[in-house]
């Protein structure tokens, strides 16, 4: 039960400043491309999930650089937002924590259904899909992306649709730059089925 509450104190904090961490790291972003802070293009052309993760990959080296001030060849995101941060007069500690808080709300708040197709996982797309419907009947469309056979329950026998295949081809040809707009195409296509 504490566990159940704790879960929902973390999911309403993170619904009811989402869209100031989001802010945040838009200012961090447009910083550090408008000033061509070195590295900038580490920010601009990534999702702050992705840029959390990063951090979270860096955080013993940058703990090392905190206690040696060796090693910063190994931290370019911490370096890169703490530039950013002097220029705009930001807390780089502060900004840190909120690009993480940022990614894991982001993490909790979205399916993540997208990445699993770039990803081209059908059957962990399956597997998101069937709990979602168990918990949420009738809410997230697996008929969209599967052609469920038999048993409805076991996702091992969910099939693929050709609509999926096609999306998942599609994300595996396509660079950062067109990448964008086969994120909002498939939204749109998600948000139609929900109607």
Known sequence: MQEKIIELLQTTFFARYGDTFAEA?????????????NGWQMLSKAYCTDIGTRL????????????TSEGHEDIPLHILISQAC????????????IV??????????????LILIKQGKPVDLAKR?????CDLPNIVPASLWFEKRG????????????RLEDLMNE????????EAEKWRTASEDITKALK
Request: glycine letters at 4%; proline letters at 3%; a negative charge.
């Open 86 to 97: 002097n220029t705009v007069g930001f807390c780089s500690e502060d900004m840190r924590e």
């Open 100 to 113: 993480k808080l940022y990614a894991t709300r982001n993490e909790l708040m979205h399916a993540n259904l």
């Open 171 to 178: 994300f595996a040809k396509v660079g950062p730059a067109e």
């Open 25 to 37: 790291c838009k200012v961090l972003k447009t910083t550090a491309e408008g000033q061509k802070i």
């Open 129 to 133: 899909l069937h709990d979602d419907f």
């Open 56 to 67: 979270k990959e860096e955080e013993s080296a940058y703990k090392k650089f905190l206690k």
């Open 151 to 162: 048993d409805q329950d076991n996702i091992q026998r969910w099939a693929p649709t050709q």
